[in-house]
């Protein structure tokens, strides 16, 4: 099977460098010290070492971005319209820069960088629009002569934490919206991903200052989990919006809670994949190699597990393991390449260690899971695709491991397939390979998948910004993007004009 060779560190080094300066920020130098060391998982290597943000810098950028709320909240929704239009051009103008740098830093493939790259160009688009949609209803009042309306306020400061795997189209999602939506935004970005979060600030502030915005509306906080800690506990922090795992979920939402503050939460997905016995196979295969193989299985929609049906399942069985064992992985820069790097050691480690879980219980590696590109860089973490045929839906496969781990189970009857469907603790997003419409139906209806995102013939992965985005259970619940979604940006204000001479009271109660 096909392996790219890999450029090296210092090449990447300038490249980054490069990226950054044309984006209008200032590259980190080679000699800088810091506490974030910034690394390529490319080739594993040291790229540069960067400043995390002290308690002082996080309070001051919280207090920049509360103070520029009061004067942003004001400003009409679609002049905020504008400068989220500008940052769209901008996004266009540099979209290689910042592919190049999502490739850096996360290890996207090119195809995947330029379409994460495509995803914020999108919203920009989206929340243009949405700045001059924001719509509240007129209910009927049971009063004469009396109104009844709802208005949609902005909210305050939001805090977005977001992960590596999607290190700038995850915080577009949540900033373009939230800047319409008359919010000003914190971001913590991912230790493992600075740079991409660097440019994308240094690009919205020349957004502001090319249409005269207040450039305080978005402030950078590069750090780790103590300040990611930081920000979530800040009273003046409105909305966190935070992916990442279901464990820092669950550390995030009781520490809002108890303040009171407001949570979007995109956690841990376990996507799952029906293939029933109609189903287009060569089109299944497609859809399913892409979802489970694809950004090397690190998407929060990635699919973990296939239920397909016992007639069926050798068969396709036999043409995933086919497809997977001919991805071609290596440098994700190599115009080739369909599967790149694994972000860390760490989650090479949690590969192994699930695979090992998953023989254990009686589970039988197809293929993949094997380290490619040792000897070139040691210390990057290139592997193959993994296919495992389990017994039953154990532990290991009831859990999220972030790499792509691809685990076969099938069914017999179709309500067999939606019960192992559903028995995973998180709800982001599933898929059913059928040609029969009463099963396509089923699986989207009540008692269906449960899922935030249920799909037809189509992998779990790669859904549009126009859709809300997240899911239930361990999920998080929350949900981002589009279709309504700006409504967890903003409050709501219920209404009620008297415009008559009367004073009559609501349920016809009588007093005075
Ligand atoms: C994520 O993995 O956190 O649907 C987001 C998708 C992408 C977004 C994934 N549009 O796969």
């Not at 996207?108 to 160009?121: D, F, H, N, P, T």
Request: net charge negative; aromatic share 6%.
């Amino acid at each position: 099977p096909y392996t790219a060779a890999l450029p090296d560190t210092d090449a990447l080094r300038i490249l980054a460098a490069k990226s950054l300066n044309r984006c209008g920020a200032e590259p980190p130098a080679e000699g800088d010290s810091g506490d974030l060391v910034c690394r390529t998982p490319v080739t594993g290597g040291t790229l540069f070492f960067l400043p995390c943000a002290g308690p002082d810098q996080i309070d001051s950028a919280v207090t920049t971005a509360h103070a520029t709320f009061s004067t942003w909240r004001t400003t009409p929704a679609p002049q905020r319209g504008r400068l989220v239009k500008r940052l769209g051009e901008l996004l266009v103008e540099h979209k290689g820069d910042l592919a190049d740098l999502i490739t850096l830093e996360a290890g996207k493939i090119r195809s995947e960088a330029l379409g994460e790259v495509q995803e914020m160009i999108d919203i920009c688009d989206f929340a243009v629009g949405l700045s001059r949609q924001l719509y509240g209803r007129t209910m009927p009042s049971e009063r004469p002569g009396h109104r009844l309306t709802e208005c949609w306020h902005p909210l305050g400061v939001v805090g977005v934490v977001s992960a590596f795997n999607f290190p700038v189209a995850v915080w577009a999602w949540n900033t373009a919206v939230a800047l319409v939506c008359g919010d000003t935004v914190v971001w913590k970005p991912s230790e493992r991903t600075p740079l991409t979060a660097v440019a994308c600030d240094a690009l919205l502030a020349r957004a502001a200052a090319d249409t005269g915005m207040p450039a305080g509306v978005h402030q950078l906080v590069l750090g780790d989990r103590a300040t990611g800690e930081r920000l979530v506990d800040d009273a003046r922090v409105a909305l966190v919006s935070a992916t990442g795992s279901v464990r820092m979920g669950r550390e995030v939402a009781p520490r809002v809670a108890a303040r009171f503050g407001r949570c979007v939460l995109e956690l841990g997905g376990n996507n799952g994949a029906v293939v029933a016995p109609s189903a287009d196979l060569d089109l299944a295969v497609r859809g399913i190699v892409f979802s489970a193989a694809g950004t090397a299985g690190q998407r929060c929609t990635t699919l973990r597990r296939l239920i397909v049906h016992e007639d069926v399942a050798d068969q396709l069985v036999d043409m995933i393991v086919h497809a997977c064992h001919r991805l071609p992985v290596g440098d994700p820069f190599a115009a080739a390449t369909l599967v790149g790097p694994l972000i860390d050691a760490q989650a090479y480690e949690a590969m192994t260690q699930a695979l090992e879980r998953a023989r254990a219980d009686g589970g039988k590696l197809l293929t993949g899971g094997e380290p490619r590109l040792r000897d070139e860089a040691p210390q990057a973490r290139y592997v193959t695709p993994a296919v495992v045929r389990m017994p039953t839906q154990t532990e290991i496969v009831r859990a999220e491991t972030f790499a792509p781990i691809l685990y076969v189970l099938t069914y017999r009857t179709f309500e067999e397939a939606i019960v192992l469907h559903n028995d995973v603790p998180q709800g982001l997003s599933s898929s059913i390979f059928t040609r029969d419409q009463r099963e396509a139906e089923r699986f989207l209806a009540v008692d269906g998948s449960d899922c935030g995102i249920a799909n037809v013939n189509i992998g779990t992965s790669g859904a549009e910004i126009g859709g809300a985005f997240g899911g239930e259970k361990a999920t998080g619940g929350g949900r981002e993007s589009g279709s309504d979604a700006w409504r967890a940006y903003m409050r709501r204000a219920t209404n009620t004009v008297n415009y008559s001479a009367e004073l009559p009271l609501a349920q016809g109660v009588a007093f005075l």
